[in-house]
C-alpha cells in the first residue's frame, strides 16, 4: 500500500516569500492532519480534515497560514508571508477516520527554512 | 502547547540492553500512543494503549499507563542499533471522540552497536 506522499522535501526561502506543500493521502483514508515540527520539539498540530471539511483549526496562525482539501484527497497548506520562526518541518499524516483510536500514518515531511 | 512532557530527553545505552522512556502529560485521555522518528522512516506509529490498559506489549516493546498519576513508560528489550531514533508519546488529549494528537518532546535514544 502506498504512503503519504508530500512535496517538495526541501524548501528554502526568504522572509515575507511565499510557499506551499502537497500532500496525497493513503487511499480512502477520510481524515487528513497537518502538522509543524519545530527543531527538538515534538509535532503540533495545524490543522484537520475530515473529507473536505476542517474539523480542527485552533492552532493554525491563519493570518498567514491556509490550508485546503479540495475534493477530500489532495490537501496543499501555504504559507503567505512566511516568517523566521516558520522554519519547521510540515508533515502531513492521514487516518481512516477521525476516531481517537485510528492510527495516524505521516509523509515524509517538507523541510522550510525560511532565511 | 504540548501536552507531554518525555523523560529522559537523551539516552544511549549499549546494543542489548534495554531502555525505558517515560512520558508524563496533563489532560484526561481515551488512548496514548507512541511513536518513533528517525531519518530513514519518518514517524511511525508503534503502539497504543487505552486508558482502561495498564499493560500492553508488542514484540519487544512494552507500555505501561498509569491514568492516576497521568503517566507512561516505554520499555524497548534487547535494544538494537535500528532502535537509534527519537519516540515521542501522543495522547488525543480530549477524552473525546476527535483524533486529535498532542506529542510530548520527545527521547532522543542512542544505541551503540
Known amino acids: 500500500e502506498a504512503g503519504v506522499a508530500q512535496s517538495p522535501r526541501y524548501k528554502i526561502i526568504e522572509k515575507r516569500q511565499s510557499v506551499a506543500f502537497w500532500c496525497n493521502p493513503i487511499s480512502g483514508h477520510a481524515t487528513l492532519y497537518w502538522y509543524q515540527q519545530i527543531l527538538g520539539q515534538g509535532p503540533k498540530l495545524l490543522i484537520q480534515?475530515?473529507?473536505?471539511?476542517?474539523?480542527?483549526d485552533s492552532q493554525l496562525p491563519k493570518d498567514r497560514f491556509s490550508a485546503e482539501r479540495l475534493k477530500g484527497v489532495d490537501s496543499t497548506l501555504k504559507i503567505q508571508p512566511a516568517k523566521l520562526e516558520d522554519s519547521a518541518v510540515y508533515l502531513c499524516?492521514?487516518?481512516?477516520?477521525?476516531?481517537?483510536?485510528?492510527?495516524?500514518?505521516f509523509g515524509p515531511g517538507t523541510r522550510l527554512t525560511v532565511l | 502547547s504540548q501536552q507531554g512532557e518525555e523523560d529522559p530527553q537523551a539516552l544511549s545505552i549499549q546494543e542489548g540492553e534495554n531502555a525505558t522512556m517515560n512520558c508524563s502529560y496533563k489532560t484526561s485521555i481515551n488512548n496514548l500512543q507512541w511513536y518513533r522518528q528517525n531519518s530513514g522512516r519518518g514517524l511511525v506509529h508503534l503502539i497504543l494503549i487505552r486508558s482502561n490498559e495498564r499493560e500492553k506489549h508488542s514484540g519487544r516493546l512494552r507500555v505501561t499507563l498509569d491514568t492516576s498519576k497521568k503517566s507512561s513508560s516505554l520499555l524497548i528489550t534487547a535494544s538494537r542499533a535500528a532502535d537509534t531514533a527519537s519516540y515521542f508519546c501522543?495522547?488525543?488529549?480530549?477524552?473525546?471522540?476527535?483524533?486529535?494528537?498532542?506529542f510530548g518532546t520527545g527521547t532522543l535514544l542512542a544505541v551503540q552497536p
Open positions: 499524516a492521514s487516518s481512516l477516520g477521525s476516531w481517537s483510536n485510528n492510527e495516524q500514518f
Open positions: 501522543a495522547t488525543d488529549g480530549y477524552g473525546g471522540a476527535t483524533n486529535k494528537l498532542i
Open positions: 480534515f475530515q473529507n473536505n471539511g476542517v474539523v480542527d
